[in-house]
């Protein structure tokens, strides 16, 4: 009877063991900054012209195993936005377009990846912009090695739906209503 008792015991305390290693693994994700961006494309006056957001940080919550689980939190300086010229840049915090007085951070939510290929996901979230919520589709690339992960989208937006762009900017005429949006993120598991 004790060596049943002992068995039990063992056993037991194996599957805590084991349970205890699997809890360990986090699902919380870090940003690798160095290597990981948001940039954006348009034309002015026809010309094509690029630009980036500098300043962001990222909560990503994500199990590999379950990602109908996921959630991920982006929050973007609006203020960080750059395109390398002087007079566009200057406007670009102004009232005109990311009024960032008011609203400082361009944030992005979304709860639940859906898998629809061998690397390919996409999400349904909330964008909100200069006070203003937008749904949003967010289809991307996620490509997993150990505990490493790189995401990638490419989104085309148009401003005039979000708001962007107030007075003479409203119309396409001057500024292209269409936005391409490029984001990288890569990531690395947080230590439990």
């Given at each position: 009877m004790k060596l049943r008792l002992s068995v039990i015991g063992l056993f037991l305390s194996m599957l805590l063991v084991s349970s205890l290693t699997v809890e360990a693994q986090s699902n919380t994700w870090k940003v690798?900054?160095?290597q990981s961006f948001i940039v954006f494309a348009g034309t002015q006056t026809g010309n094509a012209?690029?630009?980036?957001?500098?300043?962001?940080?990222?909560?990503i919550d994500f199990?590999?195993?379950e990602p109908t689980n996921a959630r991920v939190r982006a929050s973007i300086n609006a203020a960080s936005a750059v395109t390398g010229d002087n007079q566009r840049d200057e406007a670009l915090p102004g009232k005109d377009w990311f009024n960032v007085a008011e609203f400082p951070r361009i944030v992005f939510q979304a709860e639940g990846f859906e898998k629809v290929g061998p690397s390919e996901f996409t999400t349904n979230g909330i964008l909100t912009v200069l006070g203003v919520e937008h749904e949003l589709q967010f289809p991307f690339r996620l490509d997993l090695v150990d505990n490493s992960a790189r995401m990638k989208a490419d989104l085309t937006l148009n401003r005039q739906q979000l708001g962007i762009g107030s007075g003479p900017w409203t119309e396409g005429k001057w500024v292209g209503l269409e936005v391409n949006v490029q984001i990288q993120i890569n990531a690395v598991r947080a230590e439990p």
């Open positions: 690798v900054k160095d012209f690029e630009g980036r957001f500098e300043n962001f940080e990222i909560e199990d590999p195993n």
